[in-house]
């Protein structure tokens, strides 16, 4: 540790002394030259110092003191001065060998020189060149910047050339008029495709005209002459053609449909006339309205005049009401005499007028239906007059929207021009039909059949026969009301003892209401109408109320029982052949009908089995009331109809079979009853049976001979009718 302690001492010392040489060295012209009289005073600057240069040596001391020489020559104890020396032996000798090499290598050294000469003789060169090329490409980037401003303004100057241009073009375009224009107009055939295309285009230059000549264009003066001329050409042979069309409807015997229709291939005429010559446009419309209108009513009037021809000679009068007297004249559910006869209050096949298929049928031909002796109901003429009015119209009013160019309001009135005529006749005359028509079936039909038609007219798209619909309602509802307000006063007034002699099979007044309902109700059930429905309750209720009435007229209540019941019945079964079975009517006649069969079967066995049934009522009183013990002198009456019942029930029960089947008309009903009097004439002896198995008459001799109940049961089975 000493040791190196010395040896650091000893390098400090000789690190000092040559940095205080350097300095001295460094100062020599600086501070101690004979030219500097007094030393520079640099105050804290000044690095000269001891201060300065110990604190510098020391660190560099330490810096060295990590060297890895350094290190090993403290370790091995070698004298700095001496190795000092060492080292700066060596490095002159490194200086020599170095010069020596330098000197032998100074050839190599002359010629590098020479070449680095010649390399900046040529860089100079090349510099000059790329300066020259700099100055050439400024010039020519100046060049650029003036083409580029120059083809600017040339696009700038070729589309406002353009847009002159195009819109010249357009202009002279729309004015300048072709010859194949000018050939088409004068000379070519209105109903060449070529003329059509031509007109368009002539069209097109006129509306053009119009427009320039709005905007004060001076070159439209020379062509307007030359539009005009074609104009009124075009017009002219325009005017003509459609005219002679139109005219075409008026020879006999034409189907103006075919021409009319033809007529669609050139609307565009009509809208030609529209905008060049209005005047024109007006008097082939007029005359359009006037031929069609007069074509029109022409038509159905002759055709409504030969279909009455085939309406059934024999219609309802005001006296054919439900209510009046059924005599040998008016056999209204008699087989009539007449092949064809209409029938007044039976719907039959009627109903199928207004069907799908049968609704949209072709229309009735009055000469072929003449030749072959056919006779239609009226709501068949009905149909087929307003079927061939329907499609027509709906034929109109698109014509009238497709080739005149209207809607809307102007549509309904130029239909209306067209078809008010013919509307309005047909609206008299089923006007002057209903005053004297009776047949509330038929109006009712024609109702459904308007209601539907009006559906179908909206399903077309043509509401113009809106109205029309309204007011054929307003005429035929007020009609069908009248005939059912009618009926009902025919049916209130009507007296049974006028009525001539009684029986107690179905009235044929009932019959009539029977039949007449159930049509109503089964058209009615399509499209439902609740005024309809109110209408026919009241019906209801008078022919229930007569039905009492004519009940009343019989002396006993078996008698009036069995009349209630067999109108009853049939009328429920005339109903629930049409009517939905949850139908008002039905469930009236149905309620009706179950309260008249039990008291009829009550009735029934009251003869036979009335004392019976008056012991059982009283003897169940006195179980009831707690009384049982008044049966006890009650043996001798039970013992005698414990052995009535058996010696004649037997009898009985064949005797009231017998009566019932003989009493109802319809079998069915007469089966229902016999079973209902039979089960009820059970639950009698099992009633009967119960009783006497009280205490008090329990000991009775007679119960020996009681039937047996399953066995009374066996043996009514056989009295079962069976059909």
């Known amino acids: ?153 040339m696009n700038i100057r070729l589309r406002n050339r353009q847009a002159v241009r195009g819109k010249l073009g357009e202009l002279v375009d729309g004015l300048v008029v072709p010859s194949a224009l000018v050939t088409a107009i004068l000379e070519a055939p209105v109903t060449e495709s070529r003329f059509l295309e031509q007109l368009q285009e002539l069209d097109a230059k006129a509306a053009a005209v119009r427009e320039q000549e709005a905007r004060g264009t001076a070159a439209c003066a020379d062509v307007r002459g030359v539009l005009d001329r074609l104009r009124v050409k075009a017009v002219t042979k325009i005017r003509e053609f459609i005219l002679q069309k139109i005219y075409s409807f008026r020879k006999p015997m034409t189907n103006y449909q075919i021409p009319q229709t033809a007529l669609l291939k050139y609307r565009f005429f009509y809208q030609f006339l529209l905008g060049n010559e209005r005047a024109t446009a007006k008097e082939i419309k007029d005359e359009y309205v006037e031929t069609l209108s007069k074509i029109y009513l022409s038509y159905y ?12 000679e024999e219609v309802a009068e005001k006296d054919d009401l439900m209510g009046m007297e059924d005599t040998a004249k008016k056999g209204f559910f008699s087989k009539p005499s007449l092949r064809s006869r209409n029938t007044i209050f039976t719907l039959g096949t009627r109903g199928s007028v207004i069907s799908p298929t049968e609704l949209e049928a072709p229309i009735l031909v009055p000469h072929t239906a003449q030749r072959g002796e056919q006779r239609y109901p009226f709501e068949a003429l009905f149909r087929s007059q307003h079927y061939a009015l329907l499609d027509n119209s709906c034929r109109e009013y698109l014509f009238i929207c497709e080739f005149f160019v209207v809607s809307g309001p102007a549509a309904h009135d130029l239909f209306h021009a067209v078809m008010g005529r013919t509307l309005n006749m047909t609206l008299k005359h089923l006007e002057s039909y209903l005053v004297d028509c009776y047949d509330a079936i038929a109006v009712f039909l024609c109702i459904h059949i308007v209601l539907r038609f009006r559906n179908i007219a909206a399903k077309r798209d043509v509401p113009a026969l809106d109205r029309y619909w309204e007011q054929v309602l307003a005429l035929l509802w007020p009609r069908f009301e009248l005939i059912l307000e009618m009926n009902v006063e025919s049916v209130r007034n009507t007296d049974p003892q006028r009525l001539g002699g009684l029986d107690t099979r179905p009235h044929y007044i009932t019959r009539r209401y029977a039949e007449f309902s159930s049509a109503l109700v089964s058209i009615n059930q399509t499209i439902p109408n609740e005024r309809t429905m109110q209408r026919l309750g009241q019906l209801q209720v008078e022919v229930e109320n007569f039905v009492l009435r004519v009940a009343a007229e019989f002396s006993s209540r078996k008698e009036q029982l069995v009349f209630l019941i067999n109108n009853y019945d049939m009328m429920l079964g005339v109903l629930m052949e049409r009517a939905a079975d949850d139908s008002k009517e039905v469930e009236s006649f149905q309620q009706l009908l179950n309260a008249r069969t039990q008291e009829f079967i009550e009735e029934l066995l009251s003869p036979p089995f009335g004392g019976l049934v008056a012991f059982v009522k009283e003897a169940e009183a006195l179980i009831e009331r707690g009384q049982a013990d008044r049966l006890r002198g009650e043996e001798a009456r039970v013992t005698q109809l414990i052995r009535g019942f058996g010696s004649s029930w037997k009898s009985s029960v064949e005797s009231l079979s017998q009566d019932v089947m003989r009493s109802f008309t319809n079998f069915r009903n007469g089966t229902s009853i016999i079973q209902g009097a039979l089960t009820q004439l059970i639950q009698l002896y099992h009633r009967f049976h119960r009783v006497l198995s009280q205490p008090q008459l329990r000991a009775l001799p007679a119960r020996a001979e009681l039937i047996n109940i399953h066995h009374l049961m066996v043996e009514l089975k056989k009295h079962k009718p069976n059909f």
């Open 1 to 153: 540790m000493a040791a190196a302690a010395t040896m650091a001492a000893a390098a400090r010392e000789l690190v000092l002394r040559a940095g205080a040489s350097d300095i001295e060295e460094e100062e020599g012209p600086l501070g101690g030259g004979p030219g500097l009289q007094e030393p520079l005073q640099l105050g804290e600057l000044d690095i000269t110092s001891d201060e300065f240069i110990l604190d510098e040596v020391d660190v560099h001391i330490q810096a060295n003191l990590e060297d890895e020489l350094v290190k090993e020559a403290l370790k091995t104890g070698v004298d700095l001065r001496h190795y000092s020396k060492q080292v700066e032996l060596e490095l002159q000798q490194i200086e020599q060998k170095s010069i020596r090499d330098y000197i032998q290598e100074s050839e190599n050294i002359a010629s590098l020189h020479n070449q680095i000469t010649a390399c900046d003789a040529v860089l100079e060169r090349m510099e000059q060149m790329l300066g020259a090329f700099q100055s050439d490409l400024s010039s020519i980037s100046s060049e650029i910047r003036i083409l580029q401003e120059q083809s600017g303004a």
């Open 301 to 312: 009037r002759s055709y409504l005049g030969r279909l009455m021809k085939v309406q059934y």
